[in-house]
């Protein structure tokens, strides 16, 4: 899907009308009284280049315009974004499909209309009026207005593009009066090079005579045999000693000294010591130096008794017993009892417990804040210990009409916010917020209380939710589906047309 539009649309069959004009899309009943009312905003919004929430937009006027009988069963789409909005009232219906799975959305959910923002990849979607048939695989709907029970976009499908021309077309030939194609032309053909031949091994090359022009290049010569140098003496080379090496005798073999036997060799051979092991019994070793808290060694080969530890040198930390532990002892140290689990404190209805600290008049305050959040009083954080408490209202919502929400448990805010799941199920609290123009959504804006904090959660509204903080002019758009937190003072637009204050003081 891109901004300009969809994939392939294609008509379902049935009785109502459809549309496709700018890439967005309506189907409706022609016999409803705001028919023609839906397509001029069609129409509108595709002349002035509107995205699918500008058409939601103005579809939502319409229908809280002619809210005086029963819901006007029609629905719109188109693109915003990487997304889609999609508007569904009365027994309409509508399904986008995405890579997560379809949502589904049916105006017979609401007592007025439904609107979602459906964000990421989307790869269809599909509006159908009731008795709707099947579409035909071959039958495309390229835009404008007919006869139909409902439209289906299929962004996976893409019209295959036309392929460009290998070369340019006659047409774009200049115009001579003789003209050949480039790629066409042969290379005229090349004669074949004739090398010499090479010369025998026994035979010598034949040389040849003078001859008149270019001559071939004379073919390479092998390299001479390699030859050894002659022996030349090197001034590098050091002269050979005049004494015969430490390895060699000092003497020949036939002038032998009268107290060498003649049946041992004059030297040892390499592999072997150049000593003789003595055979006089070694004299006692002297008696050790260091005292020793072990039997001495036995007289002999020194080899100490396998039954007798030895320890050579004074005594290690190793040989004696490890110091008391200093310190109070712990119960790892003595068992005893276990250690008393911190106390709870009771829970007060339905308040969270949270860590906070106490002001001088005993304010329970958020322990990250430097003043008390009723009497304004300084919290000097090194002399307060935070404790678990239940947690008190965090402050009050003030709508522009003078609505006060008090902010002690989630709320969910929309215009027909008591059918909400969240409400159903027990986790918030409704606070419808309509406006004329119909920019509120059914399910539009979620407030969580996380801790001490207050977030603010688009439910994929259609118009979206607008922050400004405090001190800022400007205001910003918050993601769908994803927290937001929001501190005192900041303003909230639900919308296009409605705001809210968030104010913290408590006293």
């Given at each position: 899907m891109t901004d300009q539009g969809f994939g392939v649309v294609r008509p379902l069959p049935g009785n109502g009308l459809v549309a496709y004009v700018g890439g967005l899309l309506l189907v409706c009943y022609a016999a409803e009284s705001a028919a023609d009312d839906l397509l001029g905003a069609l129409r509108e919004t595709a002349a002035s280049g509107g995205d699918g929430r500008a058409l939601a937009r103005r579809a939502a006027q319409v229908l809280a315009a002619n809210m005086a009988g029963d819901p006007v069963t029609c629905a719109v789409a188109g693109p915003v974004g990487g997304g889609v909005a999609v508007l569904v009232s009365g027994s309409a219906a509508a399904t986008i499909g995405t890579s997560a799975g379809q949502t589904r959305l049916a105006g017979s959910d609401s007592l007025t209309w439904a609107?979602?923002?459906?964000?990421?990849?989307?790869?269809?979607?599909?509006?159908?009026?009731?008795?709707?048939g099947s579409p035909h695989p071959a039958v495309r709907f390229e835009g404008g207005i007919v006869h139909g029970g409902g439209l289906?976009?299929?962004?996976?499908?893409?019209?295959?593009?036309?392929?460009?021309?290998?070369?340019?077309?006659?047409?774009?030939?200049?115009?001579?009066?003789?003209?050949?194609e480039a790629d066409l032309i042969q290379p005229p053909a090349q004669p074949p090079v004739e090398r010499p031949p090479y010369p025998l091994a026994d035979q010598p090359p034949a040389v040849p005579g003078p001859a008149s022009g270019p001559q071939p290049a004379p073919p390479a010569m092998d390299p001479p045999p390699f030859l050894p140098p002659q022996e030349q003496p090197s001034y590098l080379t050091p002269p050979e000693p005049p004494y015969p090496p430490p390895h060699e005798p000092p003497y020949p073999?036939?002038?032998?000294?009268?107290?060498?036997?003649?049946?041992?060799?004059?030297?040892?051979?390499?592999?072997?010591?150049?000593?003789?092991?003595?055979?006089?019994?070694?004299?006692?070793?002297?008696?050790?130096?260091?005292?020793?808290?072990?039997?001495?060694?036995?007289?002999?080969?020194?080899?100490?008794?396998?039954?007798?530890?030895?320890?050579?040198?004074?005594?290690?930390?190793?040989?004696?017993?490890?110091?008391?532990?200093?310190?109070?002892?712990?119960?790892?140290?003595?068992?005893?009892?276990?250690p008393q689990q911190e106390q709870q404190p009771e829970q007060h209805g339905d308040r969270p417990l949270v860590y906070g600290v106490d002001c001088k008049n005993d304010h329970f305050n958020d322990p990250r804040v430097p003043y008390c959040a009723v009497c304004g009083i300084a919290l000097v954080q090194r002399t307060l210990v935070p404790y678990k408490g239940?947690?008190?209202?965090?402050?009050?919502?003030?709508?522009?009409?003078?609505?006060?929400?008090?902010?002690?448990?989630?709320?969910?805010?929309?215009?027909?916010?008591?059918?909400?799941p969240e409400v159903a199920g027990g986790t918030a609290r409704p606070a419808k917020v309509t406006s004329p123009d119909g920019s509120v959504s059914r399910r539009h804006l979620r407030v969580a209380l996380d801790g001490w904090d207050v977030n603010l959660v688009d439910l994929g509204s259609v118009n979206g939710t607008q922050i400004q903080p405090p001190g800022d002019p400007n205001f910003y758009d918050i993601p769908p589906n994803e927290p937001v937190t929001i501190a005192p003072g900041t303003t909230v637009r639900v919308g296009v047309s409605r705001t809210l204050r968030f104010e913290a003081h408590r006293g």
């Open positions: 609107d979602r923002l459906v964000t990421g990849p989307v790869e269809s979607v599909e509006l159908s009026l009731p008795g709707a289906v976009g299929d962004f996976t499908d893409r019209p295959a593009a036309a392929s460009a021309p290998s070369r340019p077309l006659t047409s774009e030939m200049p115009a001579t009066a003789f003209h050949i073999p036939s002038h032998e000294p009268s107290f060498q036997p003649s049946h041992e060799p004059p030297y040892p051979p390499p592999h072997e010591p150049s000593f003789q092991p003595s055979t006089e019994q070694p004299a006692s070793l002297p008696e050790q130096q260091f005292p020793s808290y072990d039997e001495p060694l036995p007289a002999g080969n020194g080899a100490p008794d396998p039954q007798v530890p030895q320890h050579l040198g004074p005594p290690d930390h190793y040989d004696q017993p490890a110091p008391p532990l200093l310190g109070q002892p712990d119960h790892f140290d003595h068992p005893g009892p276990p239940p947690r008190p209202s965090l402050g009050v919502l003030i709508l522009d009409d003078g609505t006060a929400l008090p902010l002690e448990s989630d709320y969910l805010l929309g215009r027909d916010p008591e059918r909400a």
